[in-house]
Every structure is written in structure tokens, then in C-alpha cells.
């Protein structure tokens, strides 16, 4: 087995974000910064227009400037968006048309995976087959925090991939879904909108309890606005429920053989580059080292959701993470 | 910080004939409809107005933000910035600063933390900025 690094650059949010990179800069700097060789994206941050009015040219210069890095293409992440009118949920036909031309569209980009989302019931799923099979992409449904490996969604997805038994339909796990601790960051920025210490103590109890992210949630809203707590660190702290799983990381080898692409998501590295304070990457990582074939893997910082350009560099943290990658899979 | 730290500019308001042009960037890290929009909230010095006062200027028009429901095929692409404008009949001149106070609300159309209930992301921002 092996783990092939790369990068999503959905890592780099925050200097997409400012303007300060057009889509071909961003990827020469992945490629001077030798981040790849895996290299992901997400349509609905790269491309103005995706999927169906992405100018040919902004395609082509995508295309060229992956191939000048000597990148490889490796999951274009699409998105389920059934709830983008606010009264009219989509229904089954509606998310199989939405989906169908970005996942068309990578195939046509040469992106042999597609990074589906949990929101894709069974019958959109027994739908998108036949599509996918057409375009030669391999749907990786994410299984993401909240969700995991033995979650309800996502055991109904295992049944319905088990009955159809597609090597087009897998899974791209997100070590979201099992970490260890609530990301520093994240405390410090619901610190710094006002939240107590006594008010951190309790939602690191809260998001150990049991019971559903919602229900969690709203206990640690109801105990702060008891205790007097500002408002907008418990609105914000709605976030930590959803972005933060904890399912254990050995649950991980039920996926691993449908397993098409991984999200190596991390908040930090520590000083040495060999382990990562809320999630556990030497457990994590042992487990998808039992693979029988190569896998790759974007190493996924989401660390802008608490950190400026200016405070920390993406391309640094997704450096980091790499050593302690390389660090860790050396030892098995 | 982060994407709040994005969604106001220095140079976000601009006087108008009729009040402020407001340029808004996303606070989030991927492209949504409009139709996403839920609420916004804008104070420029001490005059609060809200999303009934609030208009999207979009493609010529000027929407109101409770048109915008329908539009789902009209995307906020991540990397630009939408006008809202707020009247004022007596604006404060170019050149002159004024804190500026945007509050959005926006649907996340595909993180879905309870039945029928999307996360709803609100974000507060503040800054002192000079008129355009």
C-alpha cells in the first residue's frame, strides 16, 4: 500500500479569498512549493460559472498550468446543494440534474474522482451511477463531520452501495469526522468574541457528550446564555458541533475498501512536524495503511476558518503537514 | 478574522445620489445563489437599516431582498463582491469616515444539521471606512 500526498487547494481559502492569486498563479505556487502530486478542488470555489458556464479558456489555463507543475489531477469536489431554495428542497430528479454536469464536467477535465456530499440519498445515488460509469469519474460520497463511518446517512449509503456494487460509487473519508480534541483555534476565536473560560470548559464538555450535534449543541446554547455569555460565541459555536466528529479512527477500516480519495484534513502540525493536537494521525493513518493499493490523499487545512493570510500561510501549514505524513506512514 | 475578515473593504461604501453603495463580499468559501441570502443587516454611523431598506443591486436592477428566494440559477461567485445600496437622503460626503456594520445571514445549502433545517451562517462584521 501506499498513501499518494497532494493538496486540495480549497487550503488556500484564504488567499483565494483576497484576490491576491488567479487559478493558474495559485497552482505554480503548489507546484514551486511542491505540495503535489495529488491535486484537488472545489468547483464551486475555482471556477467562476461552474459547472455548466465555466469559460473553455479558464478551463484550458487550469489544464496547462497543472500539467507545467507536472500535478496530478486527482478529485474535483462537487457539492449537493438541495436546499438552495429556502421553501423548495430539491427532490430526487432535481439532485440528479444538478449533479449531472459537474460530475460531466470532470470528466471532461480529466478528475477521476468527484467528491459527492451526504445530502445524495440512495435513489439519487442509483441515478448518478450510470452517469459517472458514462463520464469515467468515481463519486466519493465525503463522510465528514458531523457524519461518520456508522452514522445513520451514511449506513444507508453502505446499503445501497453494497447492493449495487459499483466501483463507481466510494466513499472519501474526512478525518473531521474523528478528532480527538476541538480545534485551539477555534477556542481562541470564541475567546476572543467573548466567551468566558467557564464558558470553554463547558463547551468542551458539550461537544464530549452523547446525543446528536443539534441536541448538543442547544444544551451548551441554553447552559451560556444561562451563565450570562455573550451571544455571538454561542452563535458561532454552532459551527464546532458540525465541523468536529468524534468517531473513533479504527471505525475508518469499514470504508476502506470503497474508499477512492482521502481528506487529510488538519488544523495544525506541532513544532516538529510529527503529530497534530486534535487529530490523532497516527491512529488514522495505520488504518488506511492496510489498504491494498494506492490511495490519494489532499491534505485539506482548514485552519482559515480561524486564521488570517496574514497570520498564517496555507502553503506553510500544507508543507508541515506533509513532513508529518511522511513522517508518520515511515514508521509503519 | 478569516472569512469575516473578507467580507468589508476599506473602500466598501460609496456615496450615491440616493445614499450608499455597499460592496459586500462573501463570508463563505465557495460560490452560493442568491437565493442563499437569508438576511442583512447594514449601519453606517449611527443609522441602522435593515433588510426591508436594503436593495441588491444585481445586473441593472435593484432587488429586494425578499426576491430573492427564487434565484437560484444567480450565483455570488466567491471571489466577487455584491452591491447593496441603502438610501439616505442625507449621506455623509466622500472623502469623510464613517464605521461601517454589515450582519449576513446566509444559507449553507448543503449542511443540513437537523430534518429540514439548513445551517443558517451569521456573520457580524465591523469597520471604520473612508466614503468613495
Known amino acids: 500500500m501506499s498513501i499518494q500526498l497532494g493538496v486540495t487547494i480549497y487550503s488556500m481559502t484564504n488567499e483565494w479569498l483576497s484576490g491576491q492569486y488567479t487559478l493558474p498563479s495559485l497552482i505554480d505556487e503548489v507546484g514551486k512549493r511542491k505540495l503535489g502530486p495529488g491535486l484537488e478542488m472545489i468547483g464551486f470555489q475555482s471556477l467562476r460559472g461552474f459547472p455548466s458556464k465555466v469559460d473553455k479558456k479558464d478551463i484550458r489555463d487550469f489544464l496547462n498550468a497543472v500539467e507545467r507543475n507536472e500535478l496530478q489531477l486527482t478529485s474535483l469536489a462537487g457539492n449537493a446543494d438541495i436546499a438552495t431554495h429556502p421553501k423548495a428542497w430539491m427532490d430526487t430528479d432535481q439532485s440528479v440534474e444538478f449533479m449531472r ?8 477535465m480529466g478528475f477521476p474522482v468527484m467528491r459527492i456530499q451526504i445530502g445524495l440519498t440512495p435513489e439519487v445515488l442509483e441515478k448518478l451511477e450510470p452517469i459517472a460509469r458514462k463520464a469515467n469519474v468515481k463519486l466519493g460520497m465525503e463522510i465528514h463531520a458531523p457524519e461518520g463511518p456508522n452514522t445513520p446517512k451514511v449506513m444507508a449509503t453502505r446499503e445501497v452501495y453494497e447492493r449495487i456494487d459499483s466501483e463507481y460509487l466510494g466513499f472519501v473519508p474526512d478525518f473531521s469526522s474523528s478528532m480527538r480534541a476541538i480545534a485551539p483555534g477555534m477556542i481562541d476565536k470564541l475567546k476572543l468574541a467573548g466567551l468566558s473560560e467557564a464558558g470553554v470548559a463547558s463547551l468542551t464538555a458539550h461537544w464530549k457528550s452523547d446525543g446528536t450535534p443539534m441536541e448538543r449543541y442547544m444544551a451548551f446554547a441554553e447552559t451560556a446564555k444561562a451563565a450570562g455569555e455573550p ?49 490523532d494521525y497516527a491512529a488514522i493513518l495505520k488504518v488506511f495503511a492496510q489498504a491494498d493499493r494506492e490511495i490519494s490523499m489532499s491534505s485539506e487545512w482548514e485552519g482559515h476558518a480561524f486564521w488570517d493570510a496574514d497570520e498564517v500561510s496555507a502553503f506553510d501549514m500544507v508543507e508541515k503537514h506533509h513532513k508529518m505524513c511522511r513522517h508518520i506512514i515511515s514508521q509503519y | 478574522m478569516t472569512l469575516e475578515a473578507n467580507v468589508i473593504r476599506d473602500d466598501a461604501v460609496s456615496r450615491t445620489s440616493e445614499g450608499y453603495d455597499v460592496a459586500v463580499h462573501i463570508a463563505w468559501y465557495r460560490s452560493l445563489p442568491l437565493s442563499c441570502i437569508e438576511n442583512i443587516n447594514i449601519t453606517l454611523g449611527d443609522k441602522s437599516f435593515t433588510c426591508e431598506d436594503v ?18 440559477e444567480d450565483w455570488w461567485f466567491v471571489q466577487d463582491a ?51
Do not use: C
Open chain 2, 82 to 132: 455584491l452591491t447593496f445600496h441603502v438610501p439616505d437622503a442625507s449621506p455623509v460626503n466622500a472623502g469623510e469616515k464613517t464605521k461601517l456594520a454589515v450582519s449576513l445571514a446566509t444559507r449553507i445549502p448543503y449542511i443540513i444539521i437537523g430534518p429540514n433545517f439548513p445551517l443558517v451562517q451569521r456573520t457580524d462584521v465591523e469597520k471604520e471606512v473612508t466614503v468613495q
Open chain 1, 101 to 108: 454536469p459537474q460530475i460531466e464536467l470532470a470528466g471532461e
Open chain 1, 231 to 279: 451571544e455571538l460565541p454561542i452563535a458561532q459555536a454552532r459551527l464546532i458541533f458540525t465541523m468536529f466528529g468524534r468517531q473513533k479512527p479504527e471505525d475508518w477500516k469499514e470504508l476502506l475498501d470503497r474508499t477512492v480519495h482521502i481528506h487529510g484534513k488538519f488544523y495544525e502540525v506541532n513544532d516538529d512536524n510529527t503529530d497534530s493536537p486534535s487529530i
Open chain 2, 55 to 72: 436593495k441588491l443591486k444585481w445586473e441593472g436592477d435593484l432587488l429586494p431582498l425578499s426576491a430573492l428566494a427564487d434565484r437560484t
